[in-house]
């Protein structure tokens, strides 16, 4: 499986350990911090990253709950992703100690605005690849009683994560079930093992598991008790944002709203791509995170995007 391009790093932070892998000059901060869509971990988008690496220092963390980091991850009482908001402002508080430059995909995209907008200062830009926004009112949907659960029983792709099967007798063979299928149709091989390589775990009875559990993962998709909008307010320039064509978790009035409050965020439109973007046209993705970040620097060239 691939890997080789990669160091692993880790964090103690007050709950237990970070888990996450690095790329680019370690003798300094990290300048860039990207975080995973749901269900997936840092590891599946090394072939997105490790180009970065080669200008600056890149630290790609796995979240509460995925891949290799060993933090709780209850599902009783879970309903927000601002618990993993609070996890990414611990590291850069207590390990990173400067400003970096938020990126994420999906879930872990609009966890980057979360963070940058409650610690403007911790942040020098996002890139928001394929956020999850919704209108204000199906976030004040999520504030009602039992509304977590309700959507975890309900949502169409809360209930497929639930069904999903969690156990393999290698990952060899994980590896040759979910090739070209569901959300995986479109990765590449190399993709597809950097998922599979940190995204299952050893069991004690041999054979290995999901490390996202369905129930947990599940859950995840359903903890919406976020205000993304408020954060975008607060977030630091730069912004920019990429969308999907196909299948978007960014929907029209969501983008609208988006450059409502932002007029200054650079958004753009992949044509063909679906919501799995940063696998599909990792050369956009990339220059969108390279973007943020060299805008965000001093002198930084904001004719780039």
């Known amino acids: ?21 690095a790329w680019g000059d370690v003798t300094r901060p990290p300048d860039i911090v990207f975080l995973h869509a749901t269900g997936f971990n840092a ?28 933090l709780p991850a209850p599902t009783f009482g879970y309903g927000s992703w601002n618990r993993h908001r609070e996890d990414i402002l611990e590291l850069i508080e207590e390990h990173v ?22 610690r403007p200062a911790l942040a020098r830009g996002i ?12 976030y004040g949907v999520a504030q009602i009683l039992g509304a977590p659960l ?11 994560a639930a069904r999903r099967r969690s156990k393999f007798a290698s990952k060899e063979e994980a590896l040759a079930a979910l090739t070209g299928r569901g959300v995986f149709l479109s990765f590449t091989p190399e993709q597809l093992a950097d998922y599979v390589g940190d995204g299952f ?51 029209p009035a969501a983008a609208e709203r988006l450059i409502a409050i932002r007029p200054d965020a650079r958004c753009a439109i992949v044509e063909g791509a679906s ?6 046209r990792p050369d956009r993705a990339r220059h969108a995170i390279e973007a943020a970040a060299l805008m965000a620097s001093p002198g930084g060239y904001r004719d780039l995007f």
Not at 13 to 19: F, P, Q, S
Not at 43 to 60: D, I, M, Q, S
């Open 1 to 21: 499986m691939a890997g080789e391009s990669f160091r692993r790093v880790s964090y103690e932070l007050k709950a237990g350990r970070l888990a996450g892998l």
């Open 275 to 280: 919501h799995m973007l940063p696998m599909e």
């Open 97 to 118: 100690r400067a400003p970096v430059t938020l990126a994420g995909h999906s879930m872990g995209a609009t966890v980057s605005l979360l963070v940058a907008g409650k």
């Open 201 to 251: 775990v050893e069991t004690e009875g041999g054979g290995v598991r999901l490390a996202c559990t369905p129930a947990y993962e599940a859950r995840t998709f359903a903890a919406h008790r976020i205000d993304p909008w408020t954060a975008l307010s607060r977030a630091p320039a730069p912004i920019v944002c990429l969308r999907a064509e196909k299948f978007s978790t960014t929907r």
């Open 127 to 138: 890139a928001l690849i394929e956020p999850v926004l919704m209108t204000p009112s199906n």
């Open 150 to 160: 309700w959507w975890t029983l309900t949502s169409r792709i809360a209930r497929g």
């Open 43 to 70: 590891r599946t988008y090394a072939t997105l990253l490790a180009p970065l690496g080669e200008r600056f220092h890149v630290l790609a963390v796995d979240m509460r709950g995925h891949g290799q980091t060993q």
